[in-house]
């Protein structure tokens, strides 16, 4: 018993829930290797936005290096550095805006800061979805092929290897095609889960000395006086 044969003996039922659950594995496979990549990438570039703003002789200078940088660091940067500088330059501000230096950074900062973090969150509800509706899915098709076996049965008036091998051999590999789809994308949200709250905390915590840095240097900072 092999996919082909299922193809080639099976009903549109039983196909169409083959294909679902194919069409479901290729999507998590694709999904954890553009996050695992993606990942690799935004936390080498944070590592590198850090390391430029900080060692960095002053704020022109911090710009002009995170100018090229598209991590979560350089426009968190960017953005309160924009914030700061729009405070400075709007004497009259609107009710959204009525607030004080330390509440206008610290919004400007924390927009950023979800901005990112749900930007970093793509592919994980369909991660969610397919580990758990895939193995129902699978058992959908089990069920399936156990009622063609007990069609095939009362057709026949016996029981026989012939007559029950087909209906049951395509209910176990519908069992094992829900499973096959279900454990990786569980496995990959758990992990990918776990990597998203080390990265949002890193990310806090860099917003946390951000806003520290830019009220102190306030009056460093081109543009703001």
Not at 65 to 79: E, H, I, V
Not at 120 to 144: K, Q
């Amino acid at each position: 018993m092999n996919l082909l044969t299922v193809f080639h003996q099976g009903d549109a039922v039983l196909v169409t829930v083959f294909m679902l659950l194919i069409a479901m594995s290729i999507l998590t496979w694709y999904v954890i290797a553009l996050r695992a990549v993606q990942g690799w990438r935004a936390r080498r570039d944070n590592k590198l936005a850090e390391a430029a703003l900080w060692n960095a002789a002053n704020w022109p200078t911090a710009e002009a290096a995170l100018a090229g940088s598209t991590s979560a660091y350089a426009n968190l940067a960017r953005d309160g550095l924009s914030a700061l500088r729009h405070f400075h330059a709007n004497a009259q501000r609107s009710l959204g805006q009525a607030c004080d230096l330390n509440e206008f950074l610290t919004r400007a900062i924390r927009k950023r800061l979800a901005q990112e973090t749900g930007r970093h969150e793509a592919g994980m509800t369909l991660l969610a979805s397919v580990g758990s509706t895939a193995p129902f899915i699978g058992l959908f098709g089990t069920v399936w092929g156990i009622y063609h076996a007990l069609v095939n049965i009362a057709a026949e008036g016996q029981v026989s290897i012939a007559t029950v091998a087909g209906p049951i051999g395509e209910a176990l590999v519908a069992t094992a095609a829900g499973l096959a789809a279900a454990i990786p994308a569980v496995l990959a949200y758990n992990t990918f889960m776990r990597l998203q709250r080390v990265m949002a905390q890193q990310m806090d915590h860099f917003a946390h000395d951000l806003h520290a840095q830019l009220l102190t240097q306030a009056g460093e900072i081109d543009g703001v006086r």
